[in-house]
């Protein structure tokens, strides 16, 4: 499609839209310089690549150093819409409108391609955002294309040059050990950021939401423990050339991102997860799956080459609508925060993102596949947490015949088992049924205020079932009177 045939308002779909919330535009920057460092040939140089950034006088920046763009294509990739040169199957933002997300968000957003960094040679397209809300307002903005709104909006330097060079170098000044063995690089920056994209950062729990949302690394003392391995799995290439956690060095503000798990987080069980089309690791406790307090590794999390695409919140309303699962979603998130999983999509021929990279793209019989075997895992976690549940109580209540009691034990067992692909079995002490007689005071107490209270309830069930008059002011009396003329 040419972008003569393509409104003006496409670009407000885009970024009002697609790109709804201010953190979206660390998403997809990060992207893009993840899709850069795929190119790079040299494996050696890989360790050195990295995703900076930075934000200081209101302007956001974020820097890499990785490929860049070609030179003679820089243009048409910055003015062109949704004709990105990249292939699904290797890329992340394969459908080329991520650049435009910064828009909303800044009153200027510039493009800085770093063609040779060591001679200072740089391409520069930027978007002028208040002359944009401007023309949004005009009479004649309903009548422009796409071409005549960019040709308005948007400025090229086919060279940066004088006091404009000055100002880019002086930028990338800090940053000049990045470019030690690199030449080419980009840079996005987002002029004068806008009050809502300010209170997202300075928000006590952004650097944690970039932690779990963006391409970076698992903590180092992840691989040093019993689950080495199984991290070790997730980080490294296996036989199909594919790494499920690839990850990149992203720094905010000076400091290094990385997954925010440590080993403290992780529950008794930590186990690998095959769903087809996706592989990862869930961790839950061995006697109960229960939310833990102040342990944010909960719940759900599914990722597309190691960038966060839904939590539990998006994923089980989907799974509902579609008919995959019978329970309540609040049943199912009470259930699935319980435990700590992360997904990662490794078939991205046939599973991918949708326009707002918020869920799957569900076009076909694989997409609904995957969506069918999501729902068999909270399924299982679900039958796991009431079969352990049922068990637990069983063991507090005085009197609980010996078979019941391993009959919900062996049900646990089975649930945990299937839960972790692998078996499990709980703690091999044997059960025995608990004598009021061993009980101290105080639970004797309780016990026997349950069973009063149980056996009181169901008089007053039977005594109102078989009266039809009541007198308000004696209704203790009279029932007291009957159910004394019952026991006799």
């Known amino acids: 499609m040419e972008n003569q045939r393509v409104g003006a308002g496409i670009l407000n779909i ?3 839209s697609l790109y709804d919330k201010p953190i979206v535009v660390f998403r997809e920057y990060v992207q893009n310089s993840a899709d850069s460092f795929t190119k790079v040939k040299d494996i050696q140089d890989k360790e050195k690549l990295a995703s900076i950034i930075w934000n200081k006088d209101e302007n956001l920046y974020f820097l890499d150093n990785g490929k860049g763009i070609e030179k003679e294509n820089f243009f048409s990739e910055m003015t062109q819409i949704a004709a990105s040169r990249k292939r699904k199957a290797l890329n992340i933002g394969y459908k080329g409108i991520g650049r435009l997300s910064g828009i909303p968000y800044c009153k200027k957003l510039v493009f800085i391609n770093i063609c040779n960094y060591k001679e200072s040679v740089f391409q520069r397209y930027s978007i002028d955002g208040e002359k944009y809300n401007n023309i949004k307002r005009s009479d004649n903005y309903g009548d422009m294309s796409f071409d005549s709104l960019m040709a308005e909006i948007g400025d090229y330097a086919e060279y940066i040059e004088g006091e404009e060079l000055n100002k880019i170098n002086l930028v990338l000044e800090p940053y000049k050990n990045f470019f030690a063995n690199r030449n080419t690089g980009f840079m996005v920056i987002l002029e004068s950021v806008r009050r809502i994209l300010l209170d997202t950062i300075e928000n006590v729990e952004f650097r944690t939401d970039l932690a779990w949302l963006l391409p970076v690394k698992f903590k180092d003392e992840l691989f040093e423990g019993q689950k080495a391995q199984l991290f070790k799995d997730m980080s490294e290439e296996n036989e199909n050339n594919i790494i499920p956690a690839i990850s990149y060095n992203v720094y905010f503000n000076g400091d290094i991102i990385e997954r925010p798990i440590d080993n403290e987080m992780l529950r008794t ?4 997860i095959n769903l087809k089309y996706a592989v990862g690791f869930h961790s839950f406790m061995h006697d ?12 759900i999390r ?13 994923l089980l309303p989907a799974l509902k609508e579609y008919g995959f699962i019978e329970h309540t ?6 259930s699935v925060k319980g435990i700590g999983a992360m ?7 046939n599973i991918s993102a949708n326009a707002r990279r918020t869920f799957i793209e569900v076009t ?5 596949d995957f969506l069918r075997l999501l729902a068999e895992f909270v399924e299982n976690i679900y039958m796991a947490r009431y079969a352990l549940s049922n068990y637990s109580s069983a063991k507090k209540r005085v009197g609980v015949e010996q078979e019941k009691l391993n009959n919900l034990k062996a049900k646990a067992n089975e649930a945990l088992g299937i839960l972790a692909s692998q078996e499990i079995t709980l703690d091999s002490k044997e059960e025995r049924t608990l004598k009021f007689s061993e009980l101290n005071e105080s639970e004797q107490k309780q016990i026997i205020k349950k069973k009063i209270t149980s056996e009181i309830n169901e008089q007053i069930r039977q005594y109102l079932l078989q009266s039809t008059s009541f007198d308000y002011e004696n209704a203790f009396s009279d029932f007291m009177t009957w159910l004394l003329a019952s026991v006799k």
């Open 269 to 272: 069980y930590v186990c690998s």
């Open 343 to 349: 997904i990662y999509i490794t078939d991205k021929v």
């Open 329 to 334: 979603v609040n049943e199912l998130i009470q």
């Open 288 to 299: 109960r799956i229960a939310v833990i307090k102040d342990n944010p590794f909960s719940g």
């Open 302 to 314: 599914i990722y597309i080459d190691n960038i966060l695409l839904c939590d539990e919140n998006e």
């Open 364 to 368: 076909d019989q694989d997409s609904i």
């Open 14 to 16: 885009i970024t009002e």
